[in-house]
């Protein structure tokens, strides 16, 4: 795994237990990671905490970003709300590998109540180190692209 750019995270309290896992997992492997809450399991909004990891990664300040609700569709659908967000669902390692390959996802988004600590692990790290293939793919995003931002207000 590549582990020079630093990673934003976010959970809500579904998420937390795996965002903290998968935290501490990215951190004794050298990566630096943003932590922007939740902090614990009480009850939240996961739009509150997809909204913070999808505006980072948006502006650029952060390349990539790891969210995690109870199944991960309320965080993959606030987070694909923000220009240049590709965040992808991915609840299995097939899944992990083609959304950095064709889709050049810049936001991985799990489901802590749907998929188990360990191969929440193994799809983290096939995303993280699995290119994207350029090419006719490239075309593919740059057109999805100028539809979000002609819907810009
Ligand atoms: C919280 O109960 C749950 O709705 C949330 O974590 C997520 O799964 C939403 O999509």
Request: charged share 25%; with cysteine.
């Amino acid at each position: 795994m590549e582990n020079t750019s630093p990673i934003a995270m976010g959970s809500d309290h579904a998420g937390f237990a795996l965002k903290e896992f998968i935290k501490n997992h990215l951190i004794a492997a050298n990566f630096k990671i943003e932590d922007c809450g939740a902090f614990s399991e009480n009850l939240v909004d996961y739009p509150d905490f997809g909204i913070e990891v999808a505006e980072k990664v948006a502006s650029g300040m952060f390349e990539r970003g790891i969210l995690i609700c109870g199944t991960g569709l309320g965080m993959s659908m606030v987070a694909n709300r923000f220009k240049n967000v590709r965040a992808a669902l991915c609840n299995d390692l097939f899944l992990a590998m083609m959304s950095r390959r064709h889709n050049d996802a810049n936001i991985l988004v799990m489901g802590g109540r749907v998929i188990g600590t360990e191969l929440a692990r193994e799809i983290v790290t096939v995303w993280l180190k699995t290119p994207f293939e350029e090419g006719r793919h490239r075309k593919r995003i740059e057109k999805f692209d100028a539809i979000a931002s002609r819907n810009i207000i």
